[in-house]
Nanobody, 117 residues
Framework: QVQLVESGGGSVQAGESLRLSCAASTPRFRITTMGWYRQAPGKEREWIADITSGGGTDYADTVKGRFTISRDDARNMVSLQMDYLQPDDTAVYYC???????????WGQGTQVTVSS
């Protein structure tokens, strides 16, 4: 069982930025494709970005060009830089492996991001 702890959320105005971080409790993190997901009120949780162990990245169309995912394998951490935030980005943000839970990474508590217009 791998624990994930997200942090960095908050309340911002449209157009502002936030940086989220996620710490994993296993060095197995370093060989794992890690992703960020989000769940808006009343909606299903959705994948928004991922980064492979080699540093390759992929993004959902809704965040491409505004969000940047990165990883620090020395610290078992993955981050999400979110720029030009919009009200539609309001959600609880989570990290997990891709596919989520495939090798025992459990969902953390998430971190709330609220964007007001």
């Amino acid at each position: 069982q791998v624990q994930l702890v997200e942090s960095g959320g908050g309340s911002v105005q449209a157009g502002e930025s936030l940086r989220l971080s996620c710490a994993a409790s296993t060095p197995r993190f370093r060989i794992t494709t890690m992703g960020w997901y989000r769940q808006a009120p009343g909606k299903e949780r959705e994948w928004i970005a991922d980064i492979t162990s080699g540093g390759g990245t992929d993004y959902a169309d809704t965040v491409k060009g505004r969000f940047t995912i990165s990883r620090d394998d020395a610290r078992n951490m993955v981050s999400l830089q979110m720029d030009y935030l919009q009200p539609d980005d309001t959600a609880v943000y989570y990290c997990n492996e891709v596919p989520a839970g495939a090798t025992g990474f459990y969902w953390g508590q998430g971190t709330q991001v609220t964007v007001s217009s």
